[in-house]
């Protein structure tokens, strides 16, 4: 659309043109009703439609199954790394609270320091020593034959890993893989026979920050320690249908015209075809150049976020600065990893991911 730049913001970032400009179509009076949904009580029949309807699509997009609980939180995923524990780690009659985490980035070591507030935490893997260019095979964990659950993120936003496959841990271990999907929900299948909570962020792949999305098998609803926030309290946020307390109601509602966009794409299955398409472009021309090095694993690469250093990085400030003027922005890499970083989710076009490489090219032309 016009005006618009491709925004490779790792998050928030980029939603699809046609949500917002739906979004700015209904601002005033939704569906003719007289008021914007920020206006609507949560309890009346308007919002009552979006939110089931949001309910519905998201379902039907990531093949929940019926077993399974759809939840809309708040606080966002670092939220989680607290609401996780409380609800879980105590779930094991007879132990002493106790999780494994696989810490394959900066997100999963969050994870694990907060954890520790709630029980014991067992690093079950970790890359940290070799730099974070990789994930760890399930035969190498060290898995506890105790824990309440296995706690891992299945795409690291900053050091840029992902996880092609849920892992499977042995069934009769009794515990429960756990996973912050916070960049790469909705970007791929998810495989609910091997893992027993999902959660994200809202503000890569859904929608608005503020919203957290928490999918959790029923059986887990009921564990939570007496201390946990009555409105953290999975069991409860369910039983009201995401309406215990006052949800994020806009922020829903925007989920909701994202999830029928994806629809539009082809679901799931349509989306994910065009991020191979477009991660694949991109890691062939890196692999491609000695002017730029991405190094990670790949076998890992994550389709979400790339990161990039440039061979000089002396040449940084010059590479953002001539990007921004080609209206391609937000490509700083994290700075605990430096150089580049382009997120390039869902709502990024292949013509932007085509546009970031013809610039590239030309950097690298004109800094030979
Ligand atoms: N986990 C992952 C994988 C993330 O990418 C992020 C945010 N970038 C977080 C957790 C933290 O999310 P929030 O700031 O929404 O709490």
Redesign the pocket.
Known sequence: AAGRLYNFS??PSALPAEVLQQAADEMLSWHGCGMSVMEMSHRGKEFGSILAQAFADLRELLAVPDNFRILFMQ???????AIVPMNLIGRRAGFTPKADYVVTGT?SI??QEEARKYGEVNIAASTEAQGFLSIPPVAEWRLSDDAAYVHL?T????VGVEYHEMPMIGQDSGSVVVA?A??HILSRPIDFSRVGVVYA?A??NIGP?GL?LVIVRDDLLDHALPITPTAFNWRIVSDADSMYNTPPTYAIYIAGLVFQWLKRQGGVAGIERANIAKAQLLYDYLDSSAFYVNRVDPACRSRMNVPFQLRDATRNDAFLEAARARGLVQLKGHKLVGGMRASIYNAMPLAGVQALIEFMREFERTSA
Do not use: L
């Not at 795409?155 to 900053?158: G, H, K, Y």
């Open positions: 790792a998050g606080g966002g995923a670092i939220a989680e790394n997100w969050k994870s993120c795409n690291e936003t900053i912050d916070s960049s962020g503000q890569k920050a957290t």
